[in-house]
């Protein structure tokens, strides 16, 4: 089966609040690429849950895969 992603940008140059899509979308969310943090490809970092608010960076994108 394929997976689902999810991708989160913020082309504005400041920080912005984010909602994770809900139940009905799936969830949790798990980081895949981050160019706002280091190392870009996060190993191990905590599932999201759905509905929960995420600050992102100005000019940033993130990559979050389903489950």
């Known amino acids: 089966p394929d997976d689902s992603f999810l991708l989160v940008s913020n082309a504005h140059v400041e920080a912005g609040t984010f909602t994770m899509p809900g ?3 799936g969830g949790p969310w798990r980081p895949v690429l981050d160019t706002a943090s280091e190392p870009s490809f996060p190993e191990g970092a ?13 000019l940033s994108l993130q990559v979050l895969r389903r489950g």
Do not use: N
């Not at 509905?51 to 960076?57: D, L, Y």
């Open 46 to 58: 905590p599932p999201i849950a759905g509905g929960t608010g995420v600050e992102r960076e100005g």
């Open 23 to 25: 139940d009905r979308w």
